[in-house]
């Protein structure tokens, strides 16, 4: 990369404004859809992960998200005591929490199902786009966790 050209400092010109600014326009349109579900979007992440496979570890979820468990501690915390969750040392490994849904996080799941269709509906694009720019992402987010693991 040293041999390339010195990139222009405009913001507008930025990837990472891009993608900083669409994350913040995409948080927006969840934030109103998950209203509804009185959830915040680092909540929704998480019961995604639940409703995927439940009765996962702190680090399970973690590694799912990307998040770690200094992250996610105090989420779950909320999340249990709104009754969404339950959390509870592993028998086996009493280092090791175990996070299960509880009823009403599992009934949560058929109010949620909406949500996706109203994302799609809120970018106006055709699906197949949007699996497109998904995919994309994903591949860069992929380079770029390798990079930043280099730098360690």
């Not at 994350?23 to 934030?31: D, E, F, G, I, P």
């Not at 992250?71 to 090791?96: C, F, H, I, W, Y």
Request: glycine letters at 2%.
């Amino acid at each position: 990369m040293a041999n390339q050209p010195v990139t222009s400092l405009l913001l507008d010109q930025q990837l990472c404004f891009a993608l900083y600014s669409t994350s913040l326009a995409m948080n927006k349109v969840y934030r109103k859809l998950l209203r509804q579900l009185d959830l915040t979007y680092p909540q929704y992440l998480v019961m995604m992960v639940l409703w995927e496979q439940d009765a996962l570890t702190v680090r399970d979820i973690g590694e799912h998200l990307f998040l770690d468990s200094a992250t996610l501690t105090p989420l779950l915390k909320r999340m249990e005591a709104s009754g969404l969750v339950n959390r509870v040392r592993d028998a086996n490994d009493e280092r090791q929490v175990i996070v299960t849904l509880t009823t009403a996080g599992q009934a949560l799941k058929q109010r949620a199902k909406a949500v996706p269709n109203e994302v799609m509906c809120a970018a106006e694009c055709e699906p197949e786009t949007l699996l497109q720019i998904k995919h994309e992402l994903e591949q860069l987010r992929d380079k770029l966790m390798r990079h930043a693991e280099d730098e360690k």
